[in-house]
């Protein structure tokens, strides 16, 4: 079983209503977000040692509470804000439908009205949207801060060459002036 990171009362900064929220519904997408949004950030080290952590805080008994430390509670505020996003993102949009042969409807009363797909996407970019904007300042926030979590995250230095973000291209042109004409002009002599 995998451990969540998120509990019901992490969605009240993030969501509307957070309260109307069950846990089950949400446990899959809370999952894939963790999953696609939070692993590649974090690695895998540190988000298993932030779940462990979060999980042996959540267990401990409620006359002695074990709460997070700094560098750590710092880095679970900020992947819940992540994963909290990206979870309604996933979420929110499609909780109230349903996918018919025909269309995407919501049930109103005792009859189904059919939704705008483009509406269900418009909700999902918003929550999308804030969800890139966490991992952004997570991101930003790792780099000035990783040398607080020791092996459990890579450290960079200075000497290091950055990896490359894609293949360099086969295709080669030759850097020339621009007032260089090619070897095989007909009219230069």
């Not at 298993?48 to 042996?56: F, Q």
């Not at 430390?69 to 949009?93: E, G, I």
Request: glycine share 2%.
């Amino acid at each position: 079983m995998e451990l969540l990171l998120l509990s019901k009362a992490d969605f009240k900064d993030h969501a509307d209503l957070a309260e109307s929220l069950k846990m089950d519904r949400l446990r899959p997408h809370i999952l894939a977000a963790q999953r696609t949004r939070l692993r590649p950030l974090l690695l895998d080290a540190l988000t298993n040692e932030l779940l462990r952590l979060v999980e042996a805080e959540r267990n401990a008994p409620l006359a002695s509470p074990a709460p997070l430390v700094f560098p750590w509670s710092t880095l679970r505020t900020k992947a819940v804000a992540v994963v909290a996003c990206a979870t309604m993102a996933h979420y929110l949009p499609f909780s109230q439908t349903t996918a018919t042969s025909n269309s995407m409807v919501r049930k109103t009363s005792q009859y189904s009205e059919a939704v705008d797909t483009r509406d269900l996407a418009r909700q999902a970019n918003i929550y999308d949207g804030d969800a890139l904007t966490y991992e952004v300042a997570l991101s930003k926030w790792l780099r000035a801060n990783g040398a607080e979590f020791g092996s459990f995250y890579p450290q960079a230095n200075c000497y290091d060459a950055p990896a490359a973000g894609r293949a360099p291209s086969v295709v080669v042109q030759g850097i020339r002036r621009p007032d260089d004409r090619p070897s095989f002009d007909p009219y230069r002599r």
